[in-house]
């Protein structure tokens, strides 16, 4: 299923007349050179566009239904992927995957976000949102991965946390806020990767890490600029403006300092664009990062995790 935002549609238009001219093309007639000057004008007008993306165009890049999901990373990244379910309390939270796997052979922990790409399966993964059952799913993966000294790889994509009256009566708040304590004392490490939409408490319950990683279409805030909108002017349909003045980027969040440790490139047009390139980069920076993770010891890697949360806050005061 192919979907396009409207930034995107005068160079889906270019490429589409390049695809028309390269079917029409034969041996007796020959298009290649107007093929090569629409490909030079469309790839001209791709790094237009995408070097000067407001921060709402970004998040509606973040949340591409074409963007590649945690599954389809796994599944390009990791071998012998065996996934687990259910918190052993209530039930599964298909809005968050969990379970073991290979990263070029040596065996980890992968937990993220799935989102769906068709109603059936969006409705199954509930957007993306997970319930207090997903995020103690995730929390009992977590820990068997800490007691068999496993590295654990967590995907962020979500809008949140799921807001239902069932989710806040079996204890919403009181999952995310036992996931926090609890990631900052795994003795193992931990490698957070932002891939589309960091949404709120619903994100950094998984998001805990010695390093925290964007893509760089992603998007990480305190909460989607559609509720930030609400709030400050009642008004859903102001979120363009409430992306502004959240500047929840990736380049927005690197220059903060502290908070995000890198900006994985993605390819011009974003990952939607090349799943397979995006899935090299993200494995590439991964494997770098836990490298240098590997050399330190479980209890440094405790205190540089507490540190690095712990440098996250900035005080002004004012005049």
């Not at 102001?238 to 908070?259: F, R, S």
């Not at 799943?275 to 494995?283: F, G, H, L, M, R």
């Amino acid at each position: 299923m192919q979907f396009y935002l409207e930034f995107e549609k005068p160079i889906v238009e270019l490429e589409q007349k390049i695809r028309e001219l390269r079917e029409y093309s034969t041996d007796k007639v020959d298009f290649s050179g107007e093929i090569k000057k629409l490909e030079k004008k469309a790839e001209k007008l791709r790094e237009e566009i995408f070097t000067n993306l407001t921060r709402w165009q970004r998040t509606q890049l973040a949340r591409h239904i074409n963007r590649p999901f945690t599954l389809d990373y796994i599944q390009m990244n990791f071998t012998e992927w065996f996934e687990l379910h259910g918190d052993r309390n209530f039930r599964d939270d298909p809005a968050i995957v969990c379970g073991f796997a290979r990263l070029d052979g040596e065996p980890c922990c992968v937990i993220g976000h799935q989102k769906g790409r068709d109603t059936k399966e969006k409705v199954y993964r509930n957007f993306g949102m997970p319930n207090p059952e997903g995020y103690r799913k995730a929390l009992r993966v977590m820990q068997m991965a800490d007691q068999f000294g496993l590295p654990i790889f967590t995907f962020v994509d979500t809008p949140g946390a799921f807001p239902g009256i069932g989710a806040e009566e079996r204890g919403q708040a009181e999952a995310i806020a036992r996931n926090l304590r609890e990631m900052a004392a795994i003795k193992v490490p931990i490698i957070v990767t932002v891939t589309g939409e960091g949404g709120s408490g619903g994100a950094l319950a998984i998001a805990v890490g010695n390093r925290v990683l964007m893509m760089e279409y992603s998007v990480y805030s305190v909460i989607s600029p559609e509720g930030c909108a609400a709030i400050l002017w009642s008004d859903g349909t102001k979120g363009p403006q409430a992306a502004e003045a959240l500047k929840l980027t990736a380049q927005d969040i690197m220059a903060l300092g502290n908070v995000i440790d890198e900006v994985i490139a993605e390819p011009t047009g974003g990952a939607h664009t090349d799943a397979k390139k995006a899935a090299e980069n993200v494995k590439k920076v991964l494997k770098r990062h836990l490298a240098e993770l590997k050399k330190l010891s479980p209890e440094e890697l405790v205190e540089q995790r507490y540190q690095k949360f712990r440098a996250m806050t900035k005080v002004e005061e004012a005049q």
